[in-house]
Every structure is written in structure tokens, then in C-alpha cells.
């Protein structure tokens, strides 16, 4: 799992464009969205979408159902794991 | 008038963890806003009251490239999947709204493209800024970004009294 949620702070990076920022600075239960945490928005919710289905052929129904598939870097590792196609 | 420059070239992941560390949306933004951000960071860190709300200060940024450096990103991220975390940043006016978001600030806020550094009409249109009854003092940026490392910067956070 350490592996995965690694993996995915890498593609997080590049599919949102964190220039400069490092898998170091993305906790794995801190949240994406928010001023708390990464500082996402529902923008990003989209690049998110994309980057499960073109990397682990995962298909979410709606944006909606991203909000809790992307509540951290640790729950999306744990969602991927359950529910990749490849 | 206090006035800033971030060098062409500078890494401005590094002065962002230097002079701020604690907004990673930061990360996020074109190199135009990342200048705008950093140029205002460095202009104002030290003002007491940081973040209370101030609808007396107004942003006016200028340049001549606008976002082109970003806009070149979203085209060529459209040859495979347009994206939207770059299409957010291809107005060249989001830079202002990324400092006064920042910032707190509700005053005037506007980007102007030039053809050129043109001085005098720069300077004229923050004169004009002065004219309403609200505006007190302004931060006042002319970024040039051609591309993610390189640009010309000048930023000055000028007070009501200096533009009498």
C-alpha cells in the first residue's frame, strides 16, 4: 500500500501540475480539498477523474462520488487497490 | 514606495518555501500568479493585520505576454486531454485575483495587457485607481512572463500620499 499511495502522490503531481511540489509535502491522510489541506478544488476533481481511468481503468459514476474517493491520498490508494482493472 | 523584483530564472519554488511554506494552492498556479504571489508576499509579509479583510487596497498588475507561458501549456496538454487545472489560469487577470484571494483584499482589482513597458500610462492608470474614495494604497506589478524561466518583474506597494 505504501507503494501505491507513493505512486499515486507522483500522479497527482504531474496531472495537477504541482510544479515543485514533492511527494513529501502531500501527507497521506490529509485532505486534497480545502484550505486545510492541499488545497484542491472541484476543478482538480476532473484531472482526478482522468488520472484513475487512464491509469488503473477505474471509472467514477460522477464528480460527486470523487469527493469521497478523494478525501485523501490514502483513501484513493485504498480505493484503487479494491477496485483497478489493470 | 517599497519596490520588489524577483530575478528571471529564480526558483520560485524555493522562495515560496522561504518567504511563505504554509499555501500549497501555490502550487497550483501559472508561473504569472506564482510571481504575482511571491512579488506580493514580499511586498507586504510584514504588515501588521495580514489578513483582515481591506477593501482599501487596490491590485493593478501589467505585462505584455499576459499568460502566454500558460497558455502554451493548455495547448499542448489539448493534443491529449485538455486540462482543466491549466485552463483556469489561461486569463491573464487571475493573477490579481489569486493575491487579493490571498490577501484579503476587496478593493479594485484589474489586469492590464500593454503593448509594451509604457511607464507614464502605467502610473496614469494607478493615478486613477486613487480616484475613488475607498483606495488607499495599491500594489501596483508589471510581470512579463515570455515562459516559466523567464520574465521581467517590478512590484511596488504605493500609498495614496506618494501619488499626490
Known amino acids: 500500500m505504501e507503494n ?27 485532505p486534497l480539498f480545502g484550505d486545510e489541506g492541499l488545497g484542491l478544488d472541484s476543478i482538480d476533481v476532473l484531472e482526478l477523474i482522468v488520472l484513475l ?31 483497478r482493472a489493470k | ?38 512579488l506580493t508576499e514580499m511586498l507586504v509579509h510584514d504588515e501588521p493585520d495580514r489578513f483582515t479583510f481591506r477593501e482599501d487596497r487596490a491590485v493593478l ?3 505584455r505576454e499576459g499568460c502566454i507561458a500558460n497558455d502554451r501549456h493548455y495547448a499542448e496538454s489539448m493534443q491529449d486531454f485538455p486540462s482543466p487545472a491549466l485552463f483556469v489560469y489561461t486569463l491573464p487577470n487571475i493573477v490579481s485575483g489569486e493575491i487579493s484571494i490571498r490577501n484579503k483584499w476587496g478593493g479594485e482589482s484589474s489586469a492590464f495587457v500593454l503593448e509594451s513597458y509604457d511607464e507614464a500610462r502605467i502610473w496614469a492608470l494607478v493615478r486613477q485607481a486613487f ?14 512572463c515570455k515562459s516559466d524561466t523567464e520574465w521581467v518583474t517590478n512590484a511596488w506597494l504605493v500609498d495614496k500620499t506618494d501619488m499626490l
Open chain 2, 1 to 38: 514606495m517599497k519596490q520588489v523584483s524577483i530575478p528571471s530564472g529564480a526558483s520560485l519554488t524555493a522562495l515560496y518555501r522561504e518567504w511563505v511554506g504554509d499555501y500549497p494552492k501555490f502550487f497550483k498556479m501559472d508561473t504569472l500568479s506564482k510571481l504575482g504571489f511571491l
Open chain 2, 61 to 63: 498588475v501589467f505585462s
Open chain 1, 53 to 83: 481511468e487512464k491509469n488503473y481503468g477505474i471509472r467514477l459514476a460522477s464528480p460527486a462520488q470523487g469527493k469521497e474517493v478523494f478525501q485523501s491520498v490514502a483513501v484513493m490508494a485504498d480505493y484503487v487497490a479494491k477496485n
Open chain 2, 131 to 144: 480616484q475613488d474614495k475607498c483606495t488607499q494604497s495599491a500594489l501596483v506589478a508589471w510581470m512579463d
Open chain 1, 4 to 30: 501505491l499511495i507513493n505512486e499515486l502522490k507522483l500522479k497527482v503531481i504531474d496531472a495537477l501540475n504541482l510544479d515543485g511540489m514533492t511527494p513529501e509535502d502531500i501527507e497521506d491522510n490529509a
